[in-house]
């Protein structure tokens, strides 16, 4: 049980004053506000969401292995404190924003207002329940770092700057205190996070198998994220040779990018947008 206090505090000392690390570089004039704009954009930003949402767990984890009497149990009852400590120092820290903050904490809130069009109690519940979803996010940012990558190279698929989708700005936005601010730096990264992984794997989809579902009903719902779906791809009553006729014909030969073509080039790594194969 004293373990499970020394990491509790620990872990709560850390979260909070690596929070208020991040509120002082706006204190340390121009090179201050430099190193904040980086840390608010891939790669830096994976860093600094890894320290705030899985070092605890790792660090729990850690604990557990270093203990003599370790048990799966005891191992549960660790984990479970690294949550109880990201919670803690979270509603620590919104609270501390919001005292320094006066005039935006009694002015018009998101929280507020919703919490008068669901109830206090549903609203909050509901949003800390999202919370959940922060390991299937950071799962996807993992396959766009691992998982991707190779295929740049071994089939050509289009190369992404992370940093132009995975960021956050909305710290910037005026108004935004306590709860409000940290839930939308959450949606923040985590729009950025999942339009990043839609975009790649509209590449995976379009190179390898454009052919459109069976159902109407799925191809309707998934056009809006797959627009090739209604842009190109071969009806399901068609024939394997339309298939390939069509890969040949929409993707370059070597050399060439194989980019989803439903859609003006984007931008690349380099910065400067690709040709698009033509049809």
């Given at each position: 049980?004293?373990?499970?206090?020394?990491?509790?505090?620990?872990?709560?000392?850390?979260?909070?004053?690596?929070?208020?690390?991040?509120?002082?570089?706006?204190?340390?004039?121009?090179?201050?506000?430099?190193?904040?704009?980086?840390?608010?954009?891939?790669?830096?930003?994976?860093?600094?969401?890894?320290?705030?949402?899985?070092?605890?767990?790792?660090?729990?984890?850690?604990?557990w292995?270093?203990?003599?009497?370790?048990?799966?149990?005891?191992?549960?009852?660790?984990l479970?404190?690294?949550?109880?400590?990201?919670?803690?120092?979270?509603?620590?820290?919104?609270?501390?924003?919001?005292?320094?903050?006066?005039?935006?904490?009694?002015?018009?809130?998101?929280?507020?207002?919703?919490?008068?069009?669901?109830?206090?109690?549903r609203?909050?519940?509901?949003?800390?329940?999202?919370?959940?979803?922060?390991?299937?996010?950071?799962?996807?940012?993992?396959?766009?770092?691992?998982?991707?990558?190779?295929?740049?190279?071994?089939?050509?698929?289009?190369?992404?700057?992370?940093?132009?989708?995975?960021?956050v700005?909305?710290?910037?936005?005026?108004?935004?205190?306590?709860?409000?601010?940290?839930?939308?730096?959450?949606?923040?990264?985590?729009?950025?996070?999942?339009?990043?992984?839609?975009?790649?794997?509209?590449?995976?989809?379009?190179?390898?198998?454009?052919?459109?579902?069976?159902?109407?009903?799925?191809?309707?719902?998934?056009?809006?994220?797959?627009?090739?779906?209604?842009?190109?791809?071969?009806?399901?009553?068609g024939?394997?040779?339309?298939?390939?006729?069509?890969?040949?014909?929409?993707?370059?030969?070597?050399?060439?990018?194989?980019?989803?073509?439903?859609?003006?080039?984007?931008?690349?790594?380099?910065?400067?947008?690709?040709?698009?194969?033509q049809?």
């Amino acid at each position: 049980m004293a373990t499970h206090a020394y990491l509790l505090l620990a872990l709560l000392a850390a979260i909070l004053l690596g929070a208020g690390s991040l509120h002082a570089l706006a204190r340390l004039g121009a090179p201050g506000r430099a190193l904040a704009d980086q840390l608010a954009r891939a790669p830096l930003l994976d860093l600094v969401v890894f320290f705030f949402t899985i070092a605890p767990a790792i660090t729990a984890g850690a604990v557990w292995r270093l203990r003599d009497d370790r048990g799966v149990l005891d191992l549960f009852s660790a984990l479970g404190v690294s949550i109880f400590a990201q919670a803690l120092s979270l509603v620590i820290w919104s609270r501390l924003h919001e005292l320094a903050h006066p005039e935006a904490r009694r002015g018009p809130r998101i929280v507020s207002t919703l919490n008068t069009r669901v109830g206090r109690a549903r609203n909050h519940i509901a949003v800390w329940w999202t919370a959940m979803a922060v390991p299937i996010f950071t799962a996807v940012r993992l396959g766009e770092l691992i998982v991707y990558p190779p295929l740049t190279w071994l089939v050509r698929l289009p190369r992404y700057r992370s940093r132009d989708w995975v960021n956050v700005s909305r710290q910037k936005f005026t108004g935004l205190v306590g709860y409000d601010l940290i839930w939308c730096l959450y949606c923040d990264w985590m729009t950025g996070v999942w339009s990043l992984g839609s975009e790649m794997l509209r590449n995976v989809e379009s190179f390898w198998c454009p052919i459109r579902f069976a159902s109407p009903e799925k191809c309707e719902n998934c056009s809006i994220d797959f627009p090739d779906v209604g842009n190109g791809w071969v009806d399901a009553s068609g024939s394997i040779a339309d298939v390939a006729s069509l890969i040949g014909a929409k993707y370059p030969g070597p050399g060439g990018v194989n980019s989803w073509y439903g859609h003006p080039a984007r931008l690349t790594i380099e910065g400067k947008p690709r040709a698009k194969a033509q049809d």
